[in-house]
């Protein structure tokens, strides 16, 4: 018998050396003081994971926010290199030819309130969301959530591969094969359930992420006037309006960015990446790399975002055939139309610097944030608490 590989091993990694899966150590580590340091016996777990949760998502809103602002004239050269306005030769130079068309601060007066909005809740939510979803279906199917923070500097462990290989000699060498089959079984189901997990959790966090965001994106696509005009032609009901049109396109580009900040980056580099090499400035670095692969795919699905949206503009507005943008797309420019060197260098230019540092920012600097936090929660438990105890103390003299 072939025993799985120790990389497979650690992925799936569960928290207890004996590979019977269903002991209690899984569970307990599904809970959010299983990632942060920051455990207090102060507060309820429900209520510390609550917290938690929630300052990883403002944190990570505010600095997605801050950081497309100072970035949107890039946005803007980026979104018309993936439209159909540019083709043929100097398609960079016509890009950001249209992107400043109307003055050096033209990017910006397309940022309203609601672009400003809309990427705070883009971020928080995708970080919430994914946190939910990661954390949810862990507890659901009895699993280890993603690594974070410290743990993704710590060096791969052995324990759960060295574990399995003695369920193994013990199912070769002994005749008490029923616990031996039951303990691979057992094993092979974590593993799959495992699989499942870490490929749902993307998927519905960038989706949800695509309802909160594609509206927006859409509106500084077109402009606020133009994309009113359009919305009126086409006559959608509220929840169609509410998606926006070429939704399918941009939850794919955001399931794929999904993956790649909070699935492949840490699980790759906890698992392959040089222990005596691990810094937090490896960890900046590695992250900006594993965008620009991660965009490699996710550009294509940009690219067909912006020539749908291209197509829903014609003739004042209609509703979008994907199968017949990508055919007409196919035809006119080949691949070129989905995926070239300027197209990919300038999703580069739009997105590195929010979302290729994000996974720094996420696993490295909001870490630094928790304990603090968790000392004011804590101190606000504590005064309420007091506060009501010398209330009733009060009530109990005067009666």
Excluded at 22 to 41: K, Q, R
Excluded at 156 to 183: F, I, M, Q, T, Y
Aim: hydrophobic share 40%; aromatic share 10%; with cysteine.
């Amino acid at each position: 018998m072939s025993s799985p590989h120790e990389e497979a091993d650690e992925a799936t990694r569960p928290q207890n050396e004996s590979p019977n899966i269903s002991e209690g150590a899984i569970s307990s580590s599904v809970e959010v003081e299983a990632t942060s340091p920051h455990h207090s016996s102060a507060l309820s777990d429900e209520l510390e994971e609550s917290i938690i949760v929630a300052y990883r998502s403002i944190g990570l809103g505010a600095f997605g926010a801050s950081m497309r602002f100072a970035g949107m004239p890039l946005e803007k050269i980026a979104l018309f290199m993936n439209s159909s306005q540019v083709s043929g030769k100097r398609q960079f130079a016509q890009s950001i030819e249209l992107a400043f068309r109307e003055g050096a601060l033209a990017p910006y007066r397309v940022v309203g309130p609601a672009s400003m909005v809309a990427w705070f809740m883009q971020y928080s939510v995708m970080g919430l969301a994914f946190q939910f979803f990661d954390h949810a279906l862990s507890r659901t199917l009895g699993v280890a959530p993603v690594y974070y923070g410290e743990e993704l500097m710590e060096p791969p462990s052995v324990s759960s591969s060295r574990s399995w290989k003695g369920v193994e000699a013990n199912h070769d060498n002994n005749n008490n094969n029923n616990d031996a089959l039951s303990s691979e079984s057992d094993y092979a189901s974590y593993r799959v359930k495992t699989l499942a997990k870490t490929m749902l959790a993307p998927v519905l966090a960038g989706s949800l992420e695509s309802s909160v965001a594609n509206r927006a994106e859409v509106q500084r696509y077109f402009g606020c006037s133009k994309f009113a005009a359009i919305e009126g032609k086409l006559g959608w009901n509220p929840v169609a309006r509410l998606f926006a049109p070429a939704f399918a396109s941009n939850a794919m580009r955001n399931v794929i960015m999904c993956n790649t900040s909070f699935v492949i980056t840490p699980i790759t580099y906890k698992l392959y990446f040089p222990q005596e090499k691990k810094s937090q400035g490896s960890l900046f670095w590695y992250g900006m790399g594993m965008n620009f692969a991660g965009n490699a795919v996710a550009i294509t699905q940009q690219a067909l975002w912006g020539r749908a949206l291209d197509y829903g503009a014609v003739n004042g507005g209609r509703n979008i055939k994907y199968s017949e943008v990508i055919r007409s797309s196919l035809k006119k420019e080949g691949m070129a139309a989905f995926i070239t060197l300027p197209k990919w260098c300038s999703r580069i230019l739009m997105n590195a610097p929010v979302q290729g540092s994000l996974p720094w920012f996420y696993n490295n600097v909001l870490p630094m944030g928790e304990g603090p936090v968790m000392d004011v929660a804590r101190w606000v438990t504590s005064s309420s608490a007091d506060y009501g105890t010398g209330d009733n103390h009060q009530a109990g003299s005067i009666s």
